[in-house]
């Protein structure tokens, strides 16, 4: 008579069970690139759903307008497209469609972030343009040169101002911060435009020569903290770090549209850098390495 198999035996099974479908990668429907435009993407970025951080999924998305590509920051007053982002300062570079500068002036609604975002203004000068009145509670009167600059522009006849319009229309707003409705309130302080200045190149004069736009801020959350290992290893075998909902676990998404909670080299990754959801054979290197160890020991505990 067989002599019923040790209490060890049926917990080994369940162990092996767990982490083999744990790390067993699956097809996916995610679409996810390495890319948008001209823009190398990284955690915590993602171009859509399910890439990326968890936290920063809801406001950045990648578009196409059919040939280009374009990176988005969405917000509860517009979407902002981003033209640059510096994943060793933590910062990115966005351009307004209502923003002025010195070739194109217009009229502005105002400019606004998400209170709950994990985005907050870094280092921008704002320039309110065609005012009816001069804040003194934010306007910095020692950068009224910055005004005369903008204000030799050509184009602000599109505002509605004459050539070489006075200085008391325009006030310079630095450092520029945003209302506790998270907004420029460009109609609040009674302007109709605003300009926005990331750096003012050689010659602080010369409008010709600025780099427009607005620079943020952004802070990983415990999420980005957590998983920063696990996407570094994800994304050096050619994987891209995104989650997987309800949960938000964290997962890797590998070229031929697989998901999977470790990384991607362990898979054939001879395809382009598109990620597709059209799976080859799923094949899981664990179930190979860990089915003879295990069959090793059941054998020795029978």
């Known amino acids: 008579m ?41 955690y915590p970025f993602g171009t859509g ?7 920063f999924n809801p406001y950045i998305t990648c ?43 217009q009229t502005s609604s105002n400019f606004g972030l998400d209170l709950t975002s994990p985005f907050q203004i870094s280092s921008s000068t704002f320039i309110l343009l065609s005012c009816q009145r001069k804040s003194s509670t934010i306007c910095d009167t020692s950068f009224d040169y910055l005004c005369a600059s903008i204000y030799s522009c050509p184009e602000v006849v599109s505002l509605g101002l004459p050539l070489f319009p006075p200085t008391n229309t325009c006030c310079v707003y630095t450092p520029g911060n945003l209302d506790g409705e998270g907004e420029l309130n460009v109609k609040g302080y009674d302007c109709g435009g605003y300009t926005s200045v ?24 415990a999420f980005d903290n957590f998983v920063t290992t696990k996407c570094t290893s994800c994304e050096s ?5 995104g989650f997987a909902p309800p949960g938000n676990g964290f997962v890797c ?7 999977t909670s470790l990384d ?5 990754q001879n395809q382009d850098f598109l990620w597709d959801s059209v799976p080859p054979p799923l094949k899981s290197s664990l179930g190979n390495v860990w089915s003879p160890i295990l069959a090793g020991i059941i054998l020795s505990l029978v």
């Open 2 to 42: 067989a002599l019923p198999p040790p209490p060890l035996l049926p917990f080994l099974i369940n162990l092996f069970m767990i982490l083999l479908l744990a790390s067993t990668p699956t097809a996916s429907t995610t679409v996810c690139h390495d890319t948008c435009g001209s823009i190398q993407i990284k």
């Open 49 to 55: 759903p399910g890439c990326g951080s968890p936290l």
């Open 63 to 105: 578009i196409s307008n059919g040939t280009l590509d374009q990176l988005i920051l969405k917000t509860h007053t517009s979407s902002y497209p981003i033209t640059s982002i510096s994943y060793t300062t933590s910062t990115l570079i966005l351009t307004p469609p209502c923003m002025s500068t010195c070739t194109t002036m």
């Open 198 to 221: 990331v750096s003012l190149g050689d010659n602080p004069t010369d409008p010709t020569h600025w780099v427009y736009g607005v620079a943020l801020k952004y802070t990983h959350g």
């Open 237 to 241: 075998s050619g994987g891209i770090c």
């Open 253 to 259: 998404v590998c070229k031929g549209g697989y998901n």
């Open 264 to 268: 991607c080299s362990s898979y054939n």
